[in-house]
């Protein structure tokens, strides 16, 4: 097969979410599930979740549609992100879905259209990034960006706004954070200040979002089981699993460890400070953040090693360097590389580049079946209007 092509291994997919889906059924049943789209929005990835029960969690107008299209109903799905518009609030009031609000602009929204509610309403909590260990989370000087601040009276205003408006309602509480470390003690943190908030407000919460940001599929780190016992036992100190239910949001740790990128070597050469081989695929597919230094990969190169051999890839940028590799089998043109875990933010992120989209295959089996087809030149030129 023609280089360079991502390949998503299903059956990983379904061991990463049915650890989720287990550790809920056994220790928090009733809760929900979903999808984090923008990890990879890949449309056969949103049918499949649909499929096997997980809710999409979205944070704009186009994830929101996208969802929609996929299959994916407005009851399940979850509406996070600061930017949605009053045409999708209104999508989502009318349909049933979950929506956390963050913004001020979404409870004016709410203040002067009063849209019934056929789902349930949430409110984004702007968490106190001093509960953390400092090398957990960053943000330690600025804070967080999203959601409304407990410390500074501004979570009970959302709350008592919304309550203005629809009365004495459940309300749910988003606790999502970004996490550097994915450690189990941030996501104990987090169930500590939603106790704290639940305490101090008189709340009986309809739902305790946690987010996302978990290990999936790798060996020796922190188990499904293991994140939602230590979420259990800080909730269950205020709140009743029997009549809050929990969401969990993960991406990385249903998709991350599922996805390969399968290139070739194009072309080997030395020049006076080292050896470059330069590959068909990039840093654009698989690290689009540019912060990589290495990868899991393997190659079928059996030759003798290498001392020190720098692995390129095929845009003009001097800097697109996927890795060093030192003391490995000598690569020549033809030889294939395939980097393993790299489902997150890559196979959907950046654009035609230089160029268009790798395809992508699923592993069934022994079989392979394409799932998205490559964009031609003839198909981007007529995406022009003009």
Not at 97 to 115: A, M, V, Y
Not at 187 to 211: C, F, Q
């Amino acid at each position: 097969m023609k280089t360079p092509y991502f390949v998503i291994q299903e059956k990983l997919l379904a061991e990463n979410i049915g650890g989720f889906q287990e550790a809920l059924n056994t220790l928090w049943p009733g809760s929900i599930l979903a999808y984090s789209v923008k990890t990879n929005s890949l449309p056969w990835i949103l049918k499949w979740m649909d499929a096997h029960g997980v809710y999409a969690e979205v944070v704009s107008d186009e994830e929101y549609q996208l969802s929609l299209l996929s299959g994916c109903p407005a009851d399940r799905i979850v509406f996070n992100g600061p930017v949605k518009t009053e045409e999708y609030l209104r999508k989502a009031f009318e349909g049933g879905s979950i929506i956390n609000i963050d913004s001020r602009h979404e409870l004016d929204f709410i203040c002067r259209e009063k849209p019934a509610v056929h789902g349930i309403l949430g409110v984004r909590v702007n968490v106190d990034p001093s509960i953390f260990e400092s090398h957990d989370v960053g943000y330690q000087e600025d804070g967080f960006r999203f959601g409304f601040g407990y410390e500074n009276g501004e979570l009970l205003k959302a709350i008592e706004t919304l309550r203005e408006v629809y009365g004495d309602i459940p309300i749910g509480l988003h606790m999502h954070v970004n996490s550097i470390t994915r450690a189990l003690g941030v996501y104990k943190a987090i169930a500590r200040y939603a106790v704290k908030i639940v305490t101090d407000y008189d709340l009986t919460p309809a739902y305790i979002d946690i987010g996302g940001g978990f290990f999936g599929g790798v060996p020796g780190k922190t188990t499904p089981m293991e994140y939602i016992a230590g979420i259990r036992e800080e909730l269950e100190k205020a709140i009743d699993p029997a009549g809050t239910f929990l969401i969990l949001e993960p991406g990385s740790a249903a998709v991350g460890s599922t996805v390969e990128l399968h290139t070739s070597v194009i072309d080997v050469k030395d020049t006076a400070h080292g050896r470059i081989v330069t590959t068909d695929g990039s840093r654009i597919h698989i690290d689009p953040l540019w912060l990589k230094k290495g990868y899991m990969y393997t190659t079928d190169s059996k030759r003798p090693s290498h001392p020190r051999q720098v692995v390129c890839g095929y845009t003009c940028m001097d800097h697109d360097r996927l890795m060093v590799i030192e003391d490995k089998p000598e690569l020549k043109a033809g030889d294939h590389i395939v980097y393993h875990r790299v489902g997150n933010y890559t196979v959907t992120f950046g654009g035609p580049f230089i160029r268009p989209f790798p395809p992508v295959y699923v592993q069934a089996g022994e079989q392979l079946e394409l799932v998205r087809k490559q964009m031609t030149m003839d198909e981007y030129y007529r995406m022009e209007t003009v």
